[in-house]
């Protein structure tokens, strides 16, 4: 049962993450540098892609599944800590309110991965 939850939940954090910059890159001009958006896209690409597939992989009990997926939401973690920092420092309360449930669910969900058998 944990190991659907947390499933589910990688799979939608990794697709919101992929949408959200998706509509990011369509809608809104882009402030920092080329490198520096360069390596930032490639790391929330890439760790959104690890949580979809572990996630997904996750979900036939695949035996690198849980590792995986631990290295995805870990990534989550990281971000959604940087992320508040962006927001914080612009006085963006309901961004900040939005990380600290996203770090609350994430954290869980490693929990709930190493807890699992």
Do not use: D
């Not at 949580?51 to 035996?63: A, D, E, T």
């Amino acid at each position: 049962m944990n190991r659907r939850i947390v499933g589910c939940y990688s799979i939608f954090v990794g697709i919101s993450v992929i949408s959200m910059w998706t509509i990011i890159l369509l809608k809104q001009e882009i402030s920092e540098g080329r490198i520096e958006m360069f390596y930032h896209l490639f790391s929330e690409f890439l760790m959104a892609v690890l949580c979809v597939i572990s996630g997904i992989l996750l979900f036939f009990n695949h035996k690198i599944a849980k590792l995986l997926n631990i290295l995805g939401l870990g990534m989550v973690i990281y971000s959604v800590l940087n992320a508040a920092g962006y927001y914080g420092e612009r006085e963006n309360v309901p961004m900040l309110v939005m990380f600290a449930i996203l770090f609350l669910f994430t954290t869980s969900a490693v929990f709930l991965n190493l807890k699992s058998k």
